[in-house]
């Protein structure tokens, strides 16, 4: 999105429910705020090519989540991982912002907290826009699914989950086939994933993902207008269920993009302009 004039971005840390969470915030001063919320296994990191324009018109807040980028990793027998516990961390950041109501763009599990910020603090959101939200149960990917196994699952997935098979996860299951990925960047987020307690912690998230009642059950709670946008070959969460998910909303609308679980990354110009529309009120 070179015709985007890069924007200042500042970094913050803000304890949110006993956690230090890292913030990047670009945009100050406009007048709407919007909260970037990122998938499993990333960080702030994977709206790169879209901070810049999007903070040309709101003031951008990303935070990483806890156990995630360069927030805080607490063992799992301090810290209950999960959505409900995100939601909160990510509450208290818009509060140590000041922010007061705000829009949220949220990916993959990012977007289930969307959901369930929008379902049970409807004071803090006034739009969402949700890419490929963890919503209706679905088999664990195939690359993962091994993590999952009785006594080794763990082992495999704290220790022998490298750098090549983290490039070929995304390469292979995130986005559609074909499209040049960005090394340099899933080499920053592989970076940020090595390290015991970052293992521990994700390996956490992925089991709590597993069950995605309680999202399911809050989606018809979402009083806000919200955006539902998809990939057409998504690969992690089928695009049928982005059908389903708009039927099950009271106010949303649909948008498809040639892309697969990542249409950010892959499309971020295109995405970029019908968020905009959307949180606008043009759509």
Known sequence: MSSDPPATRQIRDVTARGVRMRVVEAGEGRPRALVLLHGFLASHLEFDAIIDALAYDFHVIAPDL???GDSEKPSPSRYAYGIDAFAEAVADVIAAYGLGRVDILGHGIGGAIGITLGALHAELVTRLALISPLTYAHPP???LRPSLWPVVGSALFKQLFGRRSFRSFFR???????FRMDVPLLDQMYDQFNAPSARESAYAVMRAMLDTRTVVARITR???PTLVMWGRDDRIYPAAFAL??????????LELFDAGHAPHMERPRELVTVT???LEGQR
């Open 66 to 68: 806890p156990g995630f």
């Open 141 to 143: 990917n195939r690359r």
């Open 172 to 178: 292979d299951e995130v986005y559609q086939p074909g």
């Open 222 to 224: 979402v009083r806000q």
């Open 244 to 253: 389903k998910l708009c039927r099950e909303l009271p106010d949303a609308r």
């Open 276 to 278: 905009r529309e959307f």
